[in-house]
């Protein structure tokens, strides 16, 4: 069965969606198809909580900045949230950080600040 994107929060254009533990070749075309589905309905501000999230390869990266590049369009926001110390290396190296939102941190960070 392939991982998908679980929305966990919707409030207007606002739609907080949790990322699966590995967002990859097998994974990214639904999480994609998901993604696409909530801005073409009109979400304008989406997060990607990404505290389960242990792998990310290149086609999960093209999804977000696919995503990113939809809502900037709009004048909406991509957000990642709850990125592992890995992952925020990756992303940052790449240059994502300039243009999105990611806010490193994990599940234990969330429960602690809570």
Request: hydrophobic residues 35%.
């Given at each position: 069965?392939?991982?998908?994107l679980?929305?966990?929060?919707?409030a207007?254009d606002?739609?907080?969606?949790?990322?699966?533990?590995?967002?990859?070749?097998?994974?990214?075309?639904?999480l994609?198809?998901?993604g696409?589905?909530?801005?073409?309905?009109?979400?304008?501000?989406?997060?990607?909580?990404?505290?389960?999230?242990?792998?990310?390869d290149?086609?999960?990266?093209?999804?977000?900045v696919?995503?990113?590049?939809?809502?900037?369009a709009?004048s909406?926001?991509?957000?990642?949230?709850?990125?592992?110390?890995?992952?925020?290396?990756?992303?940052t190296?790449l240059?994502?950080?300039?243009?999105?939102?990611i806010?490193?941190?994990?599940?234990?960070?969330?429960?602690?600040?809570?």
């Amino acid at each position: 069965m392939t991982a998908m994107l679980r929305v966990t929060e919707r409030a207007g254009d606002r739609v907080v969606v949790e990322l699966p533990e590995d967002v990859d070749l097998d994974s990214t075309p639904g999480l994609r198809a998901v993604g696409d589905r909530l801005i073409d309905e009109g979400c304008r501000h989406l997060t990607l909580d990404c505290s389960r999230t242990v792998y990310l390869d290149s086609t999960g990266i093209s999804a977000i900045v696919t995503w990113y590049q939809r809502l900037d369009a709009v004048s909406g926001s991509l957000t990642l949230s709850g990125v592992n110390e890995h992952l925020y290396s990756l992303l940052t190296r790449l240059g994502l950080h300039t243009a999105i939102t990611i806010t490193p941190g994990t599940a234990a960070d969330d429960k602690q600040g809570s």
